[in-house]
């Protein structure tokens, strides 16, 4: 790792509390580029966290994939799970630069995720109710860094979506969230400004980046306007 990006654990969980542009990896859009190039480049365009998502794939591809994309990104960037509690820990265990894994809730609960997982690493939930938001709050400080709320708009990348909160939707749930809120969804380009004003910790795309023809390009236009 990077020492000079992450120098300890508690950097790295501050990380995952300001993700700013958060890249959500989809292997069908990013489609004869590949994962693991898109990354590159995303990475080269700005983006610090990305989380390797895939539903499809066995374990042993799932596996094999975080591998390379833990390796294309180096020092450069955050690198986190979806879903898989046991691919992190295997590709930890292998040797990998994974720090943290991102769970819904119909995965691992948050607690059983973080007493596997440890202290040093981050851990993300999604939440996008109001239940939701009451149980994060009775879990005891430091379980989950952050919360990815959404969808914002509905979106293909994830069918069985809850009702999309919009913008406005998502400012008064960041503003009743004790944690971070990284929102995602269907978000486009021209929504980064609104939803950073809304009190976005980050914003987590999928499509914008992974379908783009250019995903440096892309990349860069979206932390532009983060840091806009």
Not at 154 to 165: G, M, R, V
Not at 194 to 216: Q, W, Y
Request: with cysteine; aromatic share 4%.
């Amino acid at each position: 790792m990077n020492t000079a990006s992450f120098p300890d654990s508690g950097r790295l969980r501050e990380g995952a509390r300001n993700t700013g542009i958060y890249l959500v990896t989809d292997t069908l859009l990013c489609g004869a580029r590949g994962v693991t190039e898109t990354v590159r480049a995303a990475v080269a365009g700005g983006i610090r966290t990305v989380q390797v998502r895939e539903k499809q794939a066995s374990a042993a591809d799932f596996y094999q994939l975080v591998l390379a994309v833990a390796s294309a990104i180096g020092d450069r960037a955050l690198v986190l799970v979806d879903d898989r509690v046991d691919i992190y820990l295997a590709a930890r265990t292998a040797g990998a630069e994974v720090h943290g894994v991102h769970v819904g809730q119909s995965d691992l609960p948050a607690g059983a995720v973080r007493r596997l997982v440890g202290p040093d690493a981050v851990v993300g939930l999604t939440a996008n109710t109001e239940r939701h938001l009451a149980a994060v709050g009775a879990l005891p400080a430091g379980t989950v860094d952050y919360l990815g709320a959404g969808v914002i708009r509905p979106t293909s990348t994830k069918p069985d979506h809850p009702e999309p909160l919009g913008i406005s939707g998502f400012q008064s749930f960041a503003a009743s969230s004790p944690l971070p809120c990284v929102a995602i969804g269907g978000i486009q380009p021209a929504d980064v400004v609104a939803l950073r004003a809304a009190g976005a910790s980050g914003i987590a795309v999928v499509s914008a980046v992974c379908a783009a023809v250019d995903p440096r390009r892309a990349a860069e236009e979206l932390v532009a306007a983060w840091n806009r």
